[in-house]
């Protein structure tokens, strides 16, 4: 299994400012995920988190917006660039440990 | 790409009853099919899953039972208690042998499971 921290666990931030999520694991997985999940809906892949290397976006969204970084097996970060109250969501982080996907418990951001 | 549809949106049962969620999915080639449960204010937890070689799967008072010719899969909670309240989401992915992981997962749209006291 695998454990999974956040840190901010919830911020207030205001327009056009920029907010770094951190995502640490308890142990080493070959397999990171960044989600956004809005009020009341279910989870949208935004990008995986490769080590060493650019991530992998998903349809809709771009590097500008979210950079990604993983600097190792254990932790990795995402970025929400220029924000609007439209990125007012519940980020999570994601770690695979076989076929066994784990989810961190979310950074709840808000933006005035 | 796969394409899950998670069917009732909300479901309210008395303590004690049973409760059932059903998902379809698209793509044949899917083979795992995770459920997770999630509470207000914390990140989803998985609660039980299943791979397309076995027909059913109980743990406790959950099962979870899957029909790959009709591509649905269905969460089945018995003796259901106030502490089941949850919102329960169910996904499919492609796994490969040996642990293998390439699929990405798809969610469904979750259902807003309700257990009266």
């Known amino acids: 299994s695998a454990v999974i921290s956040q840190k901010p666990s919830r911020d207030i931030c205001q327009r056009g400012t920029s907010l770094t999520i951190q995502c640490q694991v308890d142990?080493?997985?070959?397999?990171m995920f960044w989600y956004r999940q809005q009020p009341g809906q279910s989870l949208t892949l935004i990008a995986t988190?490769?080590?060493?290397?650019?991530?992998?976006?998903e349809s809709g969204f771009v590097i500008d917006k979210f950079p990604i970084s993983r600097p190792n097996l254990t932790f990795s970060t995402l970025t929400v660039s220029n924000m609007s109250p439209e990125d007012s969501s519940i980020y999570l982080c994601?770690?695979?440990?076989?076929?066994?996907?784990?989810f961190g418990p979310g950074t709840r951001l808000t933006v005035l | 790409g796969e394409n899950v549809e998670q069917h009732p949106s909300t479901l309210s049962v008395q303590e004690g009853d049973s409760a059932v969620i059903k998902c379809t999915y698209s793509?044949?080639?899917?083979?795992?099919f995770p459920w997770y449960k999630q509470e207000l204010g914390k990140g989803p937890q998985l609660i039980i899953d299943?791979?397309?070689?076995?027909g059913e799967k109980k743990d406790q008072r959950i099962a979870v039972t899957l029909n790959k010719t009709a591509k649905h899969f269905s969460l089945h909670i018995t003796e259901t208690q106030p502490e089941d309240s949850a919102v329960y989401f169910c996904?499919?992915?492609?796994?490969?042998?040996?642990?293998?992981?390439?699929?990405?997962?798809?969610f469904g749209q979750g259902t807003i499971l309700t257990v009266h006291p």
């Open positions: 994601s770690a695979k440990v076989g076929d066994t996907q784990y």
């Open positions: 142990s080493q997985v070959t397999m």
């Open positions: 988190a490769n080590q060493g290397s650019e991530a992998t976006y």
């Open positions: 793509d044949s080639a899917s083979n795992y």
């Open positions: 299943i791979r397309s070689n076995v």
């Open positions: 996904a499919a992915s492609m796994v490969g042998a040996g642990g293998t992981s390439y699929g990405k997962l798809t």
